[in-house]
């Protein structure tokens, strides 16, 4: 398997990682009256977070808006894993929501730890690991063939 293959697979294992740690997070919030989800430390810190006045948009979770982001990117990457020519405009768009979603977590990193200051490891997963894989994106052109 050549490198960009292998990124390009990576890249889209991390995505399905955040997808079900936002669809958790969103449905432990749900179904059991915001208890929160919690990688490891705080229970307290995770909840203190996910029920923040920043974990609504518009009065939409972002852990909704997180689980459309990524279910897009994923939809996206599957189709351009498994063709031989991939539209510039399929590219673009993925560029945009990694773009986006990069700009989203940077901004509930600063969020976490300069104005609530409460650390939720789930959070922290989601948000580094999107940074990442938009860095891996953009570095390494894996879908350039």
């Known amino acids: 398997m050549n490198s960009k293959k292998f990124i390009s697979y990576f890249i889209f294992l991390l995505v399905v990682i955040n997808l079900i740690i936002s669809i958790v997070i969103f449905s432990t919030s749900i179904l059991s009256?915001?208890?929160?989800?919690?990688?490891?430390?705080?229970?307290?810190?995770?909840?203190?977070?996910?029920?923040?006045?920043?974990?609504n948009i518009l009065g939409i979770p972002v852990t909704v808006y997180g689980i459309i982001t990524f279910?897009?990117?994923?939809?996206?990457?599957?189709i351009s894993l498994f063709k031989e020519f991939i539209s510039p405009k399929i590219i673009f768009v993925?560029?945009?929501?990694f773009l986006g979603s990069s700009v989203s977590a940077l901004w509930f990193l600063y969020v976490m730890f300069f104005l609530l200051k409460h650390i939720c490891s789930s959070?922290?997963?989601v948000d580094?690991?999107?940074i990442l894989t938009t860095v891996l994106f953009f570095v390494y052109k894996p879908l350039n063939k």
């Open 33 to 55: 009256n915001n208890q929160g989800f919690c990688l490891v430390g705080s229970q307290e810190n995770c909840i203190s977070v996910q029920t923040s006045q920043y974990s």
């Open 123 to 125: 959070c922290i997963w």
């Open 71 to 78: 279910t897009c990117i994923i939809i996206l990457l599957l």
């Open 94 to 97: 993925i560029k945009i929501l």
């Open 128 to 130: 580094v690991t999107t």
